[in-house]
């Protein structure tokens, strides 16, 4: 095949779109355009930079740290390293009430759950409920896929072994009156977590698929088929508090939903009893309890605010830059 030959069998098609014909509209911006475009989009970012600004100054947060490095910490003796079953209570009082639906978090800080071993540290045919991965767990668990005795773990890996497992009961306190104020449980962990991505091995009782050929992880003090025998549907692989710790926290300090409460928190002295189990004095880390109430724009989150405020000022400002630019250059002062 000669050049010429070669070089017709290359040439693009003779349309519009492959020799760039296509009609084109190129904007030709100008002052006139530009600088109202500016001050009409500032003003808009700083319309709703205040909007949710206010509405974030107005949800209410309670935050508490339980930690018990303070010796006038209600769970200092609860951090010793021979203390067991330890219960701490964390009085408050509450001299606004809390309205609507109220959600109780517990916090972690200096808690890595975005390193890169620790977030693969699980075995995702095994969590959707194949038994035949309760005896041969993913290579991706270990350390934490078999016990000293090489007895396979289920569930295995680092993010399940180390569940949270602080629990709390919380009491308003009447003069010499206490009522226990209900905790929902339910919906607290993503729709698709519960529908989807976890499941129960389907064996009836669920007790017979964890047989004795598996252990519970070597951090828990009950295995996975006990840690709701009270409700089918929240027991196993589908534990609502299970599905919220398997989620991932991307920031070494975060929280996690553990309850809602449902007709809000009137005013009054209210006492938390904790169960203190969980350890993070090793790794330096902290321990608190939130309660907050949302709003249209979700949590509380004054940041957002604050953005939509600094970006809608700058676009005012550059507007004003440009102003007078444009003035200065488009009519010099006369001589």
């Known amino acids: 095949m000669g050049k010429e030959e070669q070089e017709l069998a290359n040439r693009p098609d003779n349309t519009a779109f492959t020799q760039q014909r296509l009609p084109a509209w190129q904007p030709m911006l100008s002052a006139g355009i530009v600088i109202p475009g500016f001050v009409l989009i500032g003003l808009a970012f700083i319309g709703i930079g205040v909007a949710l600004f206010i509405t974030s100054r107005s949800i209410q947060v309670l935050e508490f740290d339980y930690t018990g490095v ?17 219960v701490c209570n964390l009085d408050f009082s509450i001299d606004r009430p809390f309205t609507g639906t109220v959600f109780f978090y517990y916090g972690l800080s200096n808690y890595f759950q975005n390193f890169r071993k620790y977030s693969v540290s699980k075995d995702d045919s095994q969590l959707y409920g194949d038994i035949t991965y309760f005896k041969s767990p993913s290579v991706t668990c270990s350390p934490y896929d078999y016990d000293s005795n090489n007895q396979p773990i289920v569930p ?8 949270f497992n602080d629990t709390f009961k919380l009491n308003n306190i009447n003069g010499s009156k206490v009522d226990l104020v209900p905790l929902d449980g339910k919906g607290i962990a993503w729709w698709t977590d519960y529908n989807i991505k976890y499941r129960n091995p389907s064996i009836t009782p669920l007790k017979n698929a964890f047989n004795s050929n598996t252990v519970k992880p070597i951090f828990w003090s009950k295995p996975a088929y006990e840690l709701d025998t009270t409700d089918p549907a929240n027991n196993g692989f589908i534990n609502q508090d299970f599905l919220v710790w398997m989620r991932r926290a991307a920031l ?25 189990n969980y350890p993070v004095l090793s790794f ?15 949590g509380k989150n004054e940041f957002l605010g604050i953005a939509y405020l600094v970006i809608g000022s700058m676009c005012v400002f550059m507007s004003i830059v440009m102003l007078i630019v444009y003035a200065k250059f488009k009519f010099p002062e006369e001589d």
């Open 284 to 298: 330096n880390g902290r321990k608190k309890v939130v309660f907050s109430n949302v709003s249209w724009m979700g």
């Open 252 to 276: 070494p300090n975060f929280r996690k939903l553990y309850r809602r409460i449902d007709k809000g928190l009137p005013i009054g002295n209210y006492s938390l009893a904790i169960s203190y």
């Open 70 to 86: 303070e010796q006038n910490s209600p769970c200092f003796n609860c951090t010793g390293q021979k203390v067991l079953n330890c």
């Open 156 to 163: 295995c890996g680092s993010i399940a072994n180390s569940m």
